[in-house]
């Protein structure tokens, strides 16, 4: 079954520090693969999207970047964090569902990492 | 642009009551239209996603929810709430192409369930 992995879980970086996050899918070959984000009161943002290695899109400006290095691994970045860069970061990849073929394809996200910028 | 709308940051029902979280859209094209659950800490879980078809779409854990296009609603509900039901409930509606969904979300409702 496909599974998909977050880490950290959660992290604490002063402002100016550089940041990783990443996430990788167990399972599946050639995912189409989402970072979100959550602030603190709000909904998700869809960030960045990626259909393929090295194929990125970014949906709002910003002060993060994202990388696909390998087919299954996406990465979130950003060279110096700010205090709006708090919150919970989600990744996610379109699959089936495991167990409900009513579903169809859909997203399915990781447990998250929760980023508190000090 | 798409837009997802939650009425209701804050829901509270008492166990066995029923539940009903409210979520307006707006699209100019046919929707794909989903509800999340977001137990705390954890990521987000799919309910349920209305495609085409069937208007009432029925979910998981009970919850079913009905695409009314006359109304720009797609409200959840589940006759009887049970404590396990506590939880952040998030409403999205996709753009993009069916296999590339790009959801937008709304900024979610709490459910409090009251013993």
């Known amino acids: 079954s496909q599974t998909i992995h977050q880490w950290p879980a959660t992290l604490v970086q002063p402002v100016g520090s550089p940041l990783s996050l990443e996430c990788t899918v167990e399972?599946?070959?050639?995912?189409?693969l989402y970072w979100y984000r959550q602030a603190a009161g709000r909904g998700l943002q869809l960030l960045f999207y990626s259909v393929g290695i090295g194929q990125i899109s970014s949906e709002v400006p910003q002060n993060l970047s994202a990388s696909r290095p390998q087919d299954r691994q996406f990465i979130l970045s950003s060279k110096k964090l700010l205090l709006s860069d708090s919150g919970f970061y989600l990744c996610a990849w379109i699959g089936p569902a495991s167990g409900r073929p009513w579903f169809g394809d859909t997203q399915y996200f990781g447990p998250g990492t929760r980023l508190t910028v000090l | 642009a798409q837009s997802v709308t939650q009425l209701g940051s804050h829901v509270s029902v008492s166990e066995g009551a029923l539940v009903l979280l409210r979520c307006n859209y707006s699209s100019s094209v046919p929707p794909y239209l989903f509800w999340y659950v977001q137990y705390p800490n954890q990521g987000l879980q799919l309910l349920l996603k209305?495609?085409?078809?069937?208007?009432l779409v029925k979910g998981i854990n009970g919850f079913e929810a009905e695409f009314k296009k006359s109304e720009t609603s797609f409200h959840l509900t589940k006759p009887s709430a049970h404590m396990s039901d506590a939880a952040e409930y998030f409403c999205a509606v996709s753009e993009g192409q069916p296999g590339n969904e790009k959801l937008t979300f709304g900024t979610g409702t709490r459910l409090t369930i009251i013993p």
């Open positions: 399972g599946t070959s050639n995912p189409n």
């Open positions: 209305y495609t085409t078809g069937a208007t």
